[in-house]
């Protein structure tokens, strides 16, 4: 199964490196001088080999090139790199550097392979550069949805023979800023996994779901319930998780009870059941 940090033989992700970086920093900034540093890390691992250097300031000796060509960057320690063995422990920071790993890697790294490839598609012509980038590369918003919605979308897209660009086209509230992907792919989900009639448009799906959440803010179920003994952190609790992020980021429930939840949950599957098979 392939990771997002390097999906594909001409794709890599370097979006976390180094691990020592300023806030909102992006690689696009700095291209040509990112470049340069590249292939001079490059050229100065091949030559003297792997050894312990301390990083200094923003940069890390061992982020470089990792092709000739000059297309593919990342960490020149990574075990995918080295046969299996990690080398991170080289720098200072390889333990940080071994945790990290990005929301939108671990959603995508719980699709299935086609549905990888399916949605890699729509950056295969990326450099290194805008495939690290935030700003250029739409996955690292688009995978926020989840692989419930992701893998419905994709099958959606088979049955309608559509490329991955059509189903944007079509489904538009998967890049649309006004959706947040982590607090609203549950009403998505429902609407996705319902007997809607075949044939609802991208603007059917959205206004439906927009019914929904209107109706789950208007029901007295909703208020955030007070801060009491039996209650816990909102995502601690035994639900799935895309109900609880919809509860703690669209409902500001910072805290829940059990019994809170599952009055709740109970509630919008009623409203959802009434709703997306009318």
Known sequence: MASLCSPSPLLSCFACCPPIRPRNYDHLDHE???KREFRANRLDYLRNGPMFRPIVGFSCWALGFLDEEGRRAGCLLHPSRNGGQDLRF????????AR??????KA??????EVQDFWISLVGDFDSFLFSSRRTNPLFHILLWGPPVLERLHREAMDE???VRELLRRRTFITDP???PIAHRFLFRLALESDAPKGHTCWVDETLCRILQDRIHNHSAARPPSREESAVFTHLLPFEGDLLDFLRLDLGWEFA???AVRQLEAVIMEMAGLLFRT
């Open 100 to 105: 990290e790993s990005c929301r939108a890697a």
């Open 32 to 34: 040509a001088i990112l």
């Open 257 to 259: 009870g059990y019994g």
């Open 161 to 163: 023979n559509w490329s």
């Open 90 to 97: 080289l720098i200072d920071y390889g333990e940080k550097c």
């Open 178 to 180: 006004a959706w947040n």
């Open 108 to 113: 995508f790294e719980r699709l299935s392979a």
